[in-house]
């Protein structure tokens, strides 16, 4: 998701160091709060969007899933 956001192959991963994606909760009212990082270098980028339940029951079954790809600081 982070090379795609980004615009890099899988081979430029190097440019997506430092690169994480955050679930975002919706709570309502304009107000969310912070839910899963994931680095792009960590362990857990090589599990499936699937195993975090960022599946398609979301927003159907399940609450939507916000995810938001930013710089770590």
């Given at each position: 998701?982070?090379?795609?956001?980004?615009?890099?192959?899988?081979?430029?991963?190097?440019?997506?160091?430092?690169?994480?994606?955050?679930?975002?909760?919706?709570r309502?009212?304009?107000?969310?709060?912070?839910?899963?990082?994931?680095?792009?270098d960590?362990?857990?980028?090589?599990?499936?969007?699937?195993?975090?339940?960022?599946?398609?029951?979301?927003?159907?079954?399940?609450?939507?899933?916000?995810?938001?790809?930013?710089?770590l600081?």
């Amino acid at each position: 998701m982070i090379e795609y956001v980004i615009g890099v192959g899988p081979s430029d991963g190097a440019e997506c160091k430092g690169w994480a994606a955050t679930e975002c909760i919706e709570r309502g009212d304009g107000v969310f709060s912070k839910g899963t990082t994931v680095e792009y270098d960590s362990t857990r980028s090589k599990a499936t969007l699937a195993s975090m339940a960022w599946n398609k029951d979301r927003g159907v079954t399940l609450p939507p899933v916000w995810i938001t790809i930013h710089k770590l600081s």
